[in-house]
Antibody, heavy 118, light 106 residues
Framework: EVRLLESGGGLVQPGGSLRLSCAAS????????INWVRQAPGKGLEWVSV???????IYADSVKGRFTVSRDTAKNTLYLQINSLSVEDTAVYFC????????????WGQGTLVTVSS | SYELTQPPSVSVSPGQTARITCSKD??????AYWYQQKSGQAPVLVIF???KRPSGIPERFSGSRSGAMATLTINGAQVEDEADYYC?????????FGGGTKLTVL
């Protein structure tokens, strides 16, 4: 069974950094396209990034330059490094995988909450 | 920037048909995807590539497409279908979500 488990969220001050994790089970992270999606409190979904099986990462324009996605195949985990955090980054961050049949974002984790506040 | 436009809210009575639209700004040849998100939960894919339904999604959920507009239809909406629904598409390999539609079944 495919499972995704996000962690690493918490309270951080503006200007700080945080690294989120997306631990995968039931598949190998290097074999799926894996996305990050965030949702600010009471707001809609915002697509953040996708890492392809090749390791190439595409970012939303709104986060490019501050967010970095990486993966550790030994730990079967995807990471999202967020730098220069601002209050606008306060959100639940989800990771989600694309399915093999064109079913984008077909399986999601439960998310991890990042709160940016002084 | 590329936008997907959804109505903020749709309301139906149980058993009625609910239709949620998603208007795509330019690039009409991209597929639409639909996600259901219930309060406090992660989104769930209910329609992909305009009209396909993932396994496990009830048959009352269907998708259609006409030009630059995609529509999610729930035939015989149930109380448990009450949720936020988001359309999604891609442009230049980047994902874009619509603003979301709150479906009330009451």
């Amino acid at each position: 069974e495919v499972r995704l488990l996000e962690s690493g969220g918490g309270l951080v001050q503006p200007g700080g950094s945080l690294r989120l994790s997306c631990a995968a089970s039931g598949f190998t992270v290097s074999t799926k396209f894996i996305n990050w999606v965030r949702q600010a409190p009471g707001k809609g979904l915002e697509w953040v990034s996708v890492m392809y099986t090749s390791g190439t990462v595409i970012y939303a324009d709104s986060v490019k330059g501050r967010f970095t996605v990486s993966r550790d195949t030994a730990k079967n985990t995807l990471y999202l490094q967020i730098n220069s955090l601002s209050v606008e980054d306060t959100a639940v961050y989800f990771c989600a995988i694309d399915g093999p049949n064109g079913d984008l974002l077909e399986s999601w984790g439960q998310g991890t909450l990042v709160t940016v506040s002084s | 920037s590329y936008e997907l436009t959804q109505p903020p809210s749709v309301s139906v009575s149980p058993g009625q048909t609910a239709r949620i639209t998603c208007s795509k700004d330019a690039l009409p040849n991209k597929f639409a995807y639909w996600y259901q998100q219930k309060s406090g939960q992660a989104p769930v894919l209910v329609i992909f590539e305009d009209i396909k339904r993932p396994s496990g999604i009830p048959e009352r959920f269907s998708g259609s497409r006409s030009g630059a507009m995609a529509t999610l239809t729930i035939n015989g909406a149930q109380v448990e279908d009450e949720a936020d629904y988001y359309c999604f598409s891609t442009v230049n390999n980047r994902g874009v979500f619509g603003g979301g539609t709150k479906l009330t079944v009451l």
